[in-house]
């Protein structure tokens, strides 16, 4: 599959490597018995060095459970998760603490995925503590990775709530980058950001994936960015992919209905726009 | 599109600023004025931080304390409610408009199923026993498009998904059939489907009702599909006013044209994988800065040098459409 | 495993890990009962061993654990020497005393403080929020022994109400009511001060609670959609606030029952907590330990409340909402 992508060859060996990966959430009750609800099931893909993959799909298909399995901030039931040769899916958070600098997640949310009341350098530094550097290297690398999105070095100090939304998902992104991660998983890290800042923030990340050869599991609703930024496009539904392929390809020529039915409604959407406002000046 | 309606709401002139007690003031809104007419969807669109929330807030005395109103009238059957006492704005929240604010996981509580948080709208302000209530709210849920609206009830927040969660809390801001309805980012974080059910949704009401709609977005496809005219902020003034078709057919302001540019290029097909996209030059302005001329200025690609050092005024180039921009007068 | 049975699970091992500890302690205290005896030169040795060989105390540690913790399941908790009766009634019906004591008093400290916490959290900067404040303040600091002392010396003082004891000399020829009258009588000094010293502490996590919960979104919301301020505070505010606040009435209560040893030994009521003191001052093994079990019995039985109500209050836990793995 990787050979006919677009673009293979700007890509590298393979990163992360998923097999059968599967979870299931327990809904229980107080007094008595618990009920399993699946919510991933069976999930299988690979992506390489350098290389997007974008999950897309409804609400509650189970794209976030699969990323933050990734993330192992969740621990799957079963299945791999092959990361850089090692298979990260069992392993206890001790073993886990060195590899984590690895992986990184950007969130939807910034107000609830940083603590507004720290400055942008606590927050940045903060991936760097736990990996043991030195004060001086922290604030060297923090000053760094604050230049490459597009922020002031000077704006170190303020906290994060003085920041616009679009700046602290800049933040989240430097945060992210501190630890020269060899993935990054945006997790709708776009969605909530206004449209023209989320065209900054979307060139932003392509220029860093192409400086750092990073790859990118991009979760995602927008089709739009997904057709701009994802050289992979998976579909997901209920728990299970349903279809992928390069992303142009899938666009093109939709096979499973649930990616036809996603397409078919963002180009509604789309022609909606024209439609509505009629030819422009 | 046709706007039918009196004039259901006036804002006049409406300056409010944000005091906090550590740091600068941040200029919120810079003099609104805006005619919301009967059983209209109106569509107010800017980028975050234009105000926009603040407006919403605004009219219904919602603003934290640390906000100060510096000027501006907000009238509604012929009384201003900037004036109300909290009792009195206590009747109306909820009950003639209501709000439905962003971030729905949040707007619900957490330890309370979710059936009786609507039931709980319908107690403030409507006399019924504990069962017309129930049975009120199992209509709501299935209005809201719920199939199962007795086993929703029992539901905890947590058990449900965003966009059922979404479905909740418009299910408790029309329980009372409000006249107007202010709906803060609705369609921000859902996926297309559910994006065109709220829709549709909240259109059904409009016709079923007559309710009106005040939509506040940053999307601009949602308001060309769904409002009848759209006013475009920015940095605390609506900078566009008018017919949405007309607009985004023939934007006037610098704003609008390259925000109808971004949006026209942001195509499924067409990009190739890895290609940028275009984008509007320019930061988001400080809102702790106070600027002499227009606030659009430093990023206008269309600048003049008078724009630097005077505010622009409103101007009506066509009878349905107003613009704060030099380029039409003065 | 339910959420119950575990909990359930855990605190009869902290029972029994309770007990080895009594037991080490207790052996570990210096002198025994018998010390006074043995001074006393018309008691000969042999009596005092023989003595001690009944009542089990001439045998090593291990085996006289062993023998208690046999006992103990079927509810016999040994002899006590000063009473020269068992212990288990002994307990039991002093344990009655405490435990009205202790409940009137915790009842008494959560109808206080509920409404007291969250109108001064609702009023906060305000005349009311001020003086809580700074009202609970003084009462924290203020050593519960000093509070004690100083309003026993003003009830005996001006004679306001009867103390000592839990019933006067002479109640057998009283009616029901009277008897009944008398008791809440001399009840009434006792709880006050329990109620005092409790009251302070959690009026200022309720308000806390009830401070941060008034900020959130949802919170917003409902005040948004017209909710009127009564029940927006008590309705919607206070079950989600009560939640941190839960978890400390089973500190709460548990440390009621153990805590009340002080204010029952300055009021003279007749509760475990002078019981408890004689016994370990002279030494009286079996006694003392059975006291101590008793006390843990009843911490550990607060927190299982406390985790009941928990789990009544907090759909979150109820669905395992809140298990990360």
Request: no cysteine; charged share 30%.
């Given at each position: 599959m990787a050979s006919n992508i677009p673009g293979s060859e700007r890509q590298g060996h393979p990163l992360l490597h998923v097999q059968k990966l599967s979870k299931h959430y327990v809904r229980g009750r107080g007094w008595g018995k618990s009920v399993a609800v699946t919510a991933v099931c069976d999930v299988d893909f690979e992506i390489r060095s350098g290389q997007t993959l974008a999950l897309v799909g409804a609400s509650g298909a189970g794209k976030s459970t699969v990323a933050r399995c990734v993330a192992r901030l969740e621990r799957p039931d079963s299945g791999e998760i092959w990361l850089d040769g090692t298979d990260?899916?069992?392993?206890n958070l001790r073993d886990l603490l060195p590899i984590r600098s690895n992986t990184q997640m950007i969130f939807q949310d910034t107000e609830t995925s940083m603590?507004?009341?720290?400055s942008a350098a606590e927050v940045i530094e903060e991936p760097l503590r736990i990996q043991g550097a030195s004060r001086s290297e922290r604030r060297d690398i923090a000053t760094a990775v604050m230049r490459e999105v597009g922020l002031r070095a000077e704006w170190l100090k303020r906290p994060v709530l003085e920041f616009s939304g679009g700046q602290q998902q800049r933040l989240a992104i430097a945060r992210a980058l501190s630890t020269r991660p060899k993935m990054l998983i945006l997790d709708?890290?776009?969605?909530?950001?206004?449209l023209s800042t989320q065209a900054q923030i979307a060139n932003l990340l392509l220029d860093l994936q192409s400086a750092h050869s990073m790859a990118y599991l991009l979760i995602s609703h927008d089709l739009t960015l997904v057709a701009r930024m994802a050289d992979v496009l998976s579909v997901m539904s209920d728990g299970r992919i349903v279809e992928m392929g390069a992303t142009q390809q899938v666009i093109a020529d939709p096979k499973h209905v649930q990616t036809q039915r996603l397409l078919a409604s963002a180009r509604a959407a789309e022609s909606k726009f024209d439609l509505a406002s009629g030819a422009s000046a | 599109m046709q706007t039918s309606g009196d004039s259901f709401l006036q804002i006049r002139g409406l300056r409010v600023t944000y005091c906090p007690s550590r740091g600068d003031d941040v200029r919120a809104l810079n003099g609104i004025r805006l005619e919301i007419r009967r059983s209209e969807i109106l569509g107010i669109l800017g980028e975050s931080g234009c105000g926009k929330s603040t407006l919403a807030h605004a009219i219904l005395g919602l603003l934290p304390p640390h906000a100060r109103i510096g000027a501006g009238e907000v009238f509604w059957q012929g009384r201003?409610?900037?004036?109300?006492p909290e009792s009195e704005l206590r009747t109306i929240r909820g009950r003639k408009i209501s709000l439905v604010s962003q971030q729905p996981a949040l707007s619900l509580n957490p330890v309370m199923c979710v059936g009786n948080q609507v039931g709980e709208v319908l107690r403030a302000h409507v006399p019924s026993t504990s069962r017309e209530r129930k049975e009120r709210v199992c209509e709501l849920l299935r209005e809201v498009g719920f199939e199962q609206p007795t086993t929703i009830y029992d539901a905890y927040p947590h058990q449900l998904s965003g966009g059922q969660r979404q479905r909740v809390v418009i299910a408790q801001s029309v329980a009372c059939r409000p006249a107007l309805l202010i709906a803060d980012e609705p369609t921000s974080k859902v996926d297309g489907l559910l994006r065109s059910e709220i829709v549709g949704l909240l259109s059904k009401l409009r016709e079923r009702y007559g309710t009106t709609i005040v939509v506040i977005t940053h999307d601009p496809t949602l308001c060309a599909t769904f409002a009848d005219r759209v006013a475009l902020m920015y940095a605390g003034r609506i900078v566009e006013l008018g017919n949405s078709a007309e607009v985004f057919a023939r934007p006037l302001h610098p704003y609008t044209r390259a925000l109808v540019a971004l949006v026209r290029s942001s195509t499924i097909a067409g990009p190739s994988t890895r290609e940028h996209f275009p984008r509007i030059e320019g930061?988001?302005?400080?809102?702790?800065a106070v600027s002499i001329g227009c606030s659009f200025e430093p990023g206008c690609a269309e600048r003049m040098e008078v724009c630097a050092l005077r505010c622009p005024e409103d101007v009506a180039p066509e009878p349905t459409r107003s613009v704060n921009c030099f380029k039409y007068g003065e | 495993m339910s959420y119950l049975g575990r909990r359930v699970i855990r605190a009869a091992f902290l029972l029994v890990g309770v007990s080895i500890l009594c037991f080490l302690f207790t052996e570990m205290a210096p002198g025994s009962f018998f010390d006074e005896m043995r001074l006393n030169p018309q008691i000969s040795p042999e009596t005092i061993s023989s003595l001690r060989a009944r009542y089990g105390l001439d045998q090593p540690l291990v085996v006289r654990y062993g023998r208690w913790l046999r006992s103990a399941l079927h509810a016999d908790f040994g002899y006590s020497i000063a009473y020269n009766a068992p212990v288990a009634p002994l307990l039991w019906s002093r344990a009655k005393n405490t435990l009205l004591l202790a409940t009137t008093g915790m009842l008494l400290t959560w109808l206080i403080s509920i409404p007291l916490g969250v109108w001064a959290a609702a009023r906060s900067g305000r005349m009311l929020d001020k003086s809580v404040r700074v009202a609970s303040s003084l009462l924290v600091s203020i050593p519960e022994v000093v509070i004690a002392v100083a309003l026993l010396a003003i009830v005996v003082r001006w004679r306001v109400l009867p103390v000592g004891g839990m019933t006067s000399m002479d109640n057998e020829g009283l009616s029901q009511w009277a008897r009944l009258q008398e008791i809440a009588s001399r009840m009434l000094l006792p709880t006050i001060i329990l109620t005092l010293g409790e009251t302070a502490i959690i009026v200022r996590h309720l308000r806390a609670s009830v401070l941060e919960v008034l900020d959130t979104p949802f919170v917003q919301a409902a005040r948004g959609l017209g909710i009127g301020r009564t029940r927006l505070l008590f309705r919607h505010v206070l079950p989600v606030a009560a939640s941190p606040a839960i978890s400390l009435l089973g500190f709460s209560l548990a440390g009621l029952l153990s805590g009340s040893l002080l204010v029952e030994v300055i009021c003279g009521w007749p509760g475990l907590g002078p019981l408890i003191l004689d016994a370990t001052l002279s030494r009286d093994f079996y006694l003392v330990i059975g006291g101590i079990m008793l006390s843990a019995l009843f911490m550990v039985g607060g927190n299982l409340v406390a985790d009941i109500m928990l789990l009544a209050c907090d759909p979150r836990i109820r669905t395992g909402a809140l298990d990360a793995r």
């Open positions: 990260i899916a069992r392993l603590n507004p009341r720290f709708e890290a776009l969605s909530s950001l206004d | 201003d409610l900037l004036r109300f930061e988001s302005p400080d809102p702790t | -």
